[in-house]
């Protein structure tokens, strides 16, 4: 069969969208997990495609690796798995490599690609900072891979399609670590991820203040999402991490993308690479954004920004 | 305490071409440098043990014995000693974690191993967790700030949308973040002082790891970008007139 879990219900309607469609060219059953009780969530799951959720009851009121691992290797140890899908938000990304260590079998992370070929599950994931994809190959089995969320389209409903729910409470050790405390982060409440228009300002920006400059901009081209790179928000902290896009921020594809004031090293090419055009603001010429950029314009963005800003309110009318 | 560090090798990213033709980037002549967030986890290790005497620090590298230039980096930090291990021809995570923990076996008795959440080459980020599962023991991953107490350990740890703040018994793995800390640089007299520190060579023999890998790479492609590039560099009021035609023409001025 083909199992998917993630503990993130959206992810996981893309899950059950990908691993139906390799469970039906392996020929297999499309399993699900749920760790916690919702009989409702297992329902839906159904509806998506699963023809078996596996709802593991626990005691855990929160995500943790250890226990999560020794539960999804007891759902395996019992129904078996060809094909294991976890969807990659930070818990699951430390979740599928501990169950590949305990399986003793292979792991890719952060698929984007996923397909069978000459009967092997073949995973394809971007390296070196974006420069490169890796295309992977399993020889063991489970496979597991862990899909990043937007990657595969959610499995659509249908209301017609029948499982059956399996409901178990399985014992497992207690790891001997345990969560303190949660704290939700301070968060903006932006979502860089569905933005359709971004602007985005980097090192070239001498002050927390000036970031107003890039908040103008975007209610200019009507777009109302501020990105920065990796300073601005790990570092400085002029923005919160919500904004932060690159290979350990947020990754985006918006239709148009303005970097202002970023120098365009390879981590932040890889959060913004997939925009359909990019717009860089540089006083250096040489600054790598230009290499990755449709338009640019040399020059002091202290002086560009108010006068694009302008120039495009007016063209807009 | 006794405390490993997990650190790799790593080509340069920065420094990294890519052909023209292929736009495959070309390995060849690229630097190799200590993963950026593996040293990040040796500085931790180094902080823990500014706090709790007779502390000890083992790097271990999995890595071709070139390597071991890169682990006298780590030894002029501060770490006491290093083991590097020569993997056999073909391996991967599968293989890599099962070296590292027969490695660290024999190293002896541990109570922290500290890796980086994932190195900066691949990113693929399964050293860390992987290690904690063969060796049976927690794992906290993602942490931006250590606690190191007598029996146990706090960490918070960033996990996107939330803080989580977790706490373990020793033994303990732990994957730290970049932004835990800023790495020290040494300086000439650490460096030349360094030179007698031990470093150990194991392979995968002198461990009886005979595992092959579980996963294969078949190919790397390329990523091509394919850009215009059209850069305006003369009068900023000219620039600008130009840049906003050419937005309206592509349709993103609504």
């Known amino acids: 069969m083909v199992l998917v879990f993630s503990d993130d219900k959206k992810m996981m309607l893309e899950l059950l969208g990908k691993g139906s469609e390799i469970a039906k060219e392996l020929k297999l059953k499309l399993n699900a997990v749920i760790i916690g009780k919702d009989d409702t969530l297992a329902k839906e799951y159904i509806s998506h495609g ?23 290797d007891a759902i395996l140890k019992e129904a078996g798995a060809e094909v294991v899908l976890i969807g990659s938000n930070k818990n699951g990304k430390e979740l599928a490599p501990r169950l590949a260590s305990k399986l003793g079998t292979g792991c890719v992370t952060d698929c ?10 073949t995973a394809e994931r971007i390296v070196y900072s974006g420069n490169a994809i890796v295309v992977e190959q399993f020889n063991t089995k489970p496979s597991i891979v862990t899909v990043p969320s937007k990657v ?68 200019a081209l009507k777009g109302k999402t501020i ?33 202002v004031g970023i120098s365009g090293q390879i981590q932040h090419i890889a959060g913004m690479r997939d925009s359909d055009i990019v717009v860089a603001i540089n006083k250096d010429p040489e600054a790598l954004i230009f290499k990755s950029a449709d338009y640019g314009i040399v020059g002091d963005l202290y002086e560009v920004v108010p006068k694009l800003t302008s120039a495009i309110k007016e063209k807009m009318g | 305490m006794n405390i490993i560090v997990c650190a790799k090798q790593v080509v340069d990213v920065s420094e990294m071409k890519i052909d023209p033709n292929t736009k495959k980037p070309i390995l060849q002549g690229v630097p190799q440098k200590i993963s950026d967030i593996d040293k990040n986890a040796l500085e931790e290790a180094l902080r823990i043990r500014s706090e709790h005497s007779d502390t000890s620090i083992t790097v271990v590298t999995v890595g071709s014995s070139d390597a071991k230039e890169r682990i006298k980096e780590l030894l002029a930090m501060g770490a006491d000693g290093g083991v590097l291990v020569v993997p056999p021809q073909k391996y991967d995570y599968h293989v890599v974690s099962a070296l590292l923990a027969e490695a660290i076996k024999k190293i002896g008795n541990y109570d922290i191993i500290l890796c980086g959440e ?28 250590v606690k190191a107490g007598k029996e146990k350990v706090v960490a918070e740890r960033n996990m996107g949308e939330q803080m989580v703040t977790t706490e373990s018994t020793y033994p303990v793995l732990i994957t730290v973040t970049k932004e835990i800390n800023t790495p020290r640089l040494p300086s000439l007299m650490q460096i030349l002082s360094s030179a007698n520190k031990p470093i150990k060579e194991l392979s995968a023999d002198s461990l009886g790891v005979k595992l092959s890998p579980a996963i294969e790479t078949v190919e790397m492609k390329g990523v091509p970008m394919e850009r215009k590039n059209i850069v305006y560099k003369d009068d900023v009021n000219e620039s600008i007139k130009k840049l906003v035609d050419s937005l309206a023409k592509e349709g993103v001025l609504r």
């Open chain 1, 112 to 121: 984007i690609k996923l397909y069978v070929k000459d009967k092997k599950l």
């Open chain 1, 152 to 219: 595969f389209d959610p499995s659509p409903k249908d209301s017609k399609h029948h499982g059956e729910i399996v409901k178990k409470k399985f014992d497992v050790n207690k790891s001997a670590s345990h969560i303190v405390k949660v704290q939700e982060m301070k968060s903006e409440g932006v979502n860089v991820e569905d933005a359709e228009i971004i602007v985005s300002c980097g090192r070239g920006f001498k002050s927390k203040d000036d970031i107003k400059l890039v908040d103008g901009l975007a209610g």
């Open chain 1, 50 to 72: 699963a023809d078996k959720v596996f709802v593991a009851e626990t005691d855990l009121n929160a995500f943790k690796a250890e226990e999560y691992t020794d539960i999804l």
């Open chain 2, 118 to 145: 994932a190195s900066i080459d691949l990113f693929s980020g399964q050293v860390g967790p992987r290690l904690a599962g063969l060796l049976n023991i927690p794992q906290i991953t993602y942490a931006q700030n």
């Open chain 1, 227 to 259: 990105g920065c790179s990796r300073p601005i928000a790990a570092d400085l902290k002029w923005l919160s991490e919500d904004h932060w896009i690159g290979l350990s921020g947020h990754k985006v594809k918006p239709k148009l993308y303005v970097a």
